[in-house]
């Protein structure tokens, strides 16, 4: 009998581990592990638990069609794992565990924890690369490190790319006989997914992808930095979950194009970077582990004079600020599980550069609520903007959220949808509109808690001191 373990890879096409484990003869099954307590642990969104049980009720029907059964397995937290895969291993007459790998710590210790448990028992564990186009140490410098730079890593990275190419896998042929699959709803393992906004399967995800393709990555470098229009391809739940690949992206891009795109000059180039940023992280996490720890990538920072102030965070957790494109993006993360990369970027530098509370509360606070929560994007998003990270911002570049907000939601599109109180405030006093609804005589928005030009001194005074000797 042979396993395989499905993880964030929810998927039948493009899946490595499941492709060589029916290249093989012999019986074949499937493995999902529910551990709602390790899951609470890593802070999942509760609305990323539903999405990703949802996708998993989903493939175990369709794995149940093609005649390989789908095993549930609930545990606590990953310790319990290689002690219960052992004792299922032994119940199915198992001699072999195909699954891809992960990137993160704790995931990586599970796995070679459940390798060695397994060999005790004489059953290989056979692991593969299905959560990035090019393996994590492909790409690294003359001297074998890993790169700290984006942009070298791009071009080293597009320069591997040439040389080994890559494969996408198709989904599996029918096994035998169609078995039975229990409902996830119906057993009580899972709620009913009724989100307008995020419907489950890997027809969506490609259905998305080549919409996009079709509609979007033209404009992509004008159109992804606004967000009231739908200017990106919102892939990114399912990239997560590995409902689709970032290999079946990068095919249906080339497809599309005709070409691969090599330089920013080239149409399509722009959206293949944030692919490459997406390996980026992945590779760094895998060869920079103490990012998974709470641990700055850049060591002299963790000196930092950061603030916790919980009056302060609750503020922003809440979009309670003052500043209304940070209220908007943070009103529409809690209400909708996601949040526009542009917004990220200045939601991020306002906790970091204007209210100097540490990097690490906002990280914590993203993956608990987003859909697309994933360690290595969100971390590295967060350290990007704290200044702390690998290719991280300039210490003294410091997002201005009023001006972001005049410049990317001009007209207020977006801040008028999440902030109701501001609806009706004119165009030119919406994003500072403190006077407008004095004269008004309303008091239901807040004032700006931090004077953003004193706050930004503040934030450069810190990153400078840690210069001096």
Not at 164 to 170: K, L, N, Q
Not at 216 to 242: N, Q
Not at 250 to 268: D, E, F, N, W
Not at 322 to 327: C, E, K, N
Request: charged fraction near 20%; aromatic fraction near 10%.
């Amino acid at each position: 009998m042979k396993l395989v373990w499905f993880r964030n890879d929810l998927r039948l096409r493009d899946n490595p581990a499941l492709r060589h484990a029916c290249a093989e003869p012999g019986e074949l099954a499937a493995l999902f592990v529910i551990s709602k307590a390790q899951w609470r642990q890593h802070q999942m969104a509760d609305i990323r638990r539903d999405f990703m049980l949802a996708q998993l009720d989903l493939l175990g029907k369709a794995l149940a069609a093609l005649g390989i059964r789908l095993h549930l397995l609930e545990v606590a937290t990953f310790a319990e794992i290689p002690e219960a895969l052992a004792r299922l291993g032994q119940e199915l007459g198992v001699t072999r565990l195909y699954a891809n790998q992960a990137v993160e710590i704790d995931e990586l210790r599970r796995d070679s924890a459940v390798s060695e448990r397994l060999a005790q028992e004489g059953i290989g564990c056979h692991w593969y690369n299905g959560c990035c186009v090019l393996p994590p140490g492909r790409v690294l410098t003359g001297s074998g490190d890993m790169f700290k730079v984006f942009t070298p890593f791009s071009r080293a990275w597009l320069k591997a790319l040439d040389e080994d190419g890559f494969v996408i896998h198709r989904a599996p042929q029918p096994r035998g006989e169609p078995c039975a699959w229990p409902s996830l709803v119906a057993s009580g393992l899972a709620k009913p997914w009724d989100n307008p906004h995020w419907p489950v399967g890997e027809e969506e995800a490609e259905r998305r992808l080549h919409l996009f393709l079709e509609q979007g990555v033209l404009d992509y470098p004008e159109s992804r930095d606004f967000p009231a229009i739908p200017g990106t391809s919102c892939l990114s739940p399912y990239l997560a979950l590995g409902i689709i690949s970032p290999r079946q992206c990068l095919a249906a891009l080339q497809q599309h194009l005709g070409y691969r795109p090599q330089s920013k000059a080239q149409p399509g180039y722009v959206w293949l970077s944030e692919l490459i940023w997406r390996e980026f992280y992945r590779h760094l996490l895998v060869r920079v582990p103490s990012l998974a720890m709470n641990l700055p990538f850049k060591p002299e920072t963790a000196a930092l004079p950061w603030s916790w102030d919980p009056v302060a965070f609750a503020a922003w957790c809440e979009g309670r600020t003052g500043f209304p494109i940070v209220d908007a993006a943070m009103r529409c993360l809690n209400g909708t599980g996601w949040m526009h990369n542009r917004l990220r970027m200045i939601v991020a530098s306002f906790l970091t550069k204007d209210l100097h509370i540490h990097w690490r509360l906002g990280e914590d606070y993203f993956m608990s609520r987003l859909i697309d929560g994933d360690l290595a994007a969100n971390n590295g998003g967060w350290q990007w903007a704290a200044g702390t990270g690998a290719d991280a911002a300039p210490y003294f570049r410091v997002f201005n959220p009023t001006t972001q907000g005049q410049r990317f939601d001009p007209q207020g599109e977006f801040i008028r949808t999440w902030v109701k109180e501001l609806a009706d405030v004119p165009d030119q006093y919406l994003h500072q509109p403190q006077d407008w609804l004095r004269v008004k005589g309303r008091h239901d928005y807040p004032a700006p808690m931090v004077d953003h030009a004193k706050a930004r001194l503040v934030a450069i005074d810190m990153f400078r001191t840690l210069e001096k000797p």
